[in-house]
């Protein structure tokens, strides 16, 4: 739902309540949209997780210490 949806702007306001109402409706509004809007954040399974270039470096390094070890 977009933030445009909740927003009534010829809502009249003549006393000091009724804008604290409107200001605190605004602010859940505000706050309820950006909740519905935000993607997930899935949760990674237990584990080291590194990217492509550093796994690659890993293993080369474990094959030259292969080379170097005495047999």
């Known amino acids: 739902m977009k ?12 006393t000091e309540e009724q804008l ?3 200001v605190e409706k605004f602010i ?8 519905e809007n935000t993607p997930e954040i899935k949760r990674r ?6 990217p492509n270039e550093i796994l690659e470096l890993i293993s080369e390094k474990r094959k030259a210490r292969k080379k170097m070890a005495p047999e």
């Not at 933030?3 to 003549?14: A, F, G, K, T, Y």
């Open 3 to 14: 933030i445009d949806e909740r927003i009534q702007l010829s809502v009249p306001i003549q």
């Open 28 to 35: 859940k509004d505000i706050q309820q949209t950006a909740w």
């Open 20 to 22: 604290d109402f409107e």
């Open 45 to 50: 399974l237990k584990g080291n997780y590194y």
